[in-house]
């Protein structure tokens, strides 16, 4: 889980010194490793104390004494040269898990699979779909628009979510709940999130995956569920703590999801030897 634990603390965290370097392409991986190392004991200084981070700050450690043990001049090799670019296996990787529990290749061998402008082919021809095809519209193709506006739509609640549960750093030792008005739903609205839930979870296990660092999305489908497990909506009125519960369960389902995922990495490692080999070989999600 070392990914989810960088990427959470750059999301969240970082200085604005260690971003500036991040975005330097001249400075090389040792001189950055320092910085977060620097910035990561102010962090634990500020924190010592602080209960409500009392696991973050024991990954932290964990992460000042990896930076430490590693060997920087072994490092000069590994600056990397090449752009950043999407990794599309990450899109791969859940829609193969997909299809085979719907099984797709069985019930329907002339499935299609419409990518917009600019997504390459290569990476899906591993899918072994009955046909892909490329460089399409979204203006005049259907499907395409209809994926457009739930983008749109799901990536919106996904920052806003997100931003409005995100603790105050200068007072770290508070919890945050998500604002009342987030369940502050009328008739029209609450039926309108079940159906969301419905067809955006309601699909089989793999019909919503999420990526190594998992929070935003887990947010999102810890929102969707809370409300989806009210039958109606005089149900749902009559509570009164929407916040809290949803805040409490949140908790359990974030703690319950990190300790998979780190069950999961260590039957792989165990098993192939590193993450690198378990995923080059499609076993593992790529990170």
């Not at 964990?62 to 670019?85: R, S």
């Not at 159906?195 to 190594?212: A, E, F, H, N, P």
């Amino acid at each position: 889980m070392l990914k989810y634990t960088l990427t959470k603390y750059v999301e969240i965290e970082c200085s604005e010194e260690v971003v500036s370097k991040l975005l330097d392409k001249s400075i090389g991986l040792a001189d950055i490793l320092e910085v977060i190392k620097e910035d990561l004991k102010n962090i634990l200084e500020k924190n010592l104390r602080n209960e409500r981070m009392s696991k973050q700050i024991s990954v932290y450690k964990e992460l000042i004494t990896l930076i430490e043990m590693t060997d920087y001049a072994y490092l000069d090799n590994l600056e990397p040269d090449t752009e950043a670019v999407f990794n599309w296996r990450k899109v791969v990787f859940p829609m193969d898990l997909w299809l085979l529990e719907k099984d797709c290749f069985e019930t329907h061998p002339q499935v299609s699979l419409y990518l917009d402008e600019g997504i390459p082919k290569e990476p899906f021809t591993r899918l072994a779909l009955g046909n892909i095809i490329e460089n399409n519209d979204s203006s005049s193709t259907i499907g395409l628009r209809i994926s457009d506006m739930l983008v749109v739509f799901i990536g919106k609640y996904l920052s806003q979510l997100s931003a409005d549960i995100r603790y105050d750093m200068e007072n770290s030792d508070k919890p945050k709940h998500l604002p009342d008005n987030w369940f502050y739903l009328s008739k029209e609205q609450f039926y309108l999130v079940k159906k969301v839930r419905d067809y955006i979870l309601g699909g089989g296990k793999y019909s919503y995956g999420l990526d190594t660092f998992f929070d935003d999305g887990a947010l999102f489908e810890g929102y969707l569920r809370y409300i989806g497990e009210y039958e109606n909506y005089s149900e749902y009125e009559i509570e009164k703590s929407h916040s809290k519960n949803f805040t409490k369960q949140l908790i359990v389902e974030m703690e319950e999801r990190f300790k998979e995922a780190c069950k999961n990495e260590a039957i792989v490692i165990r098993k192939y030897g590193s993450l690198k080999n378990a995923i080059e070989k499609g076993i593992f999600h790529p990170l």
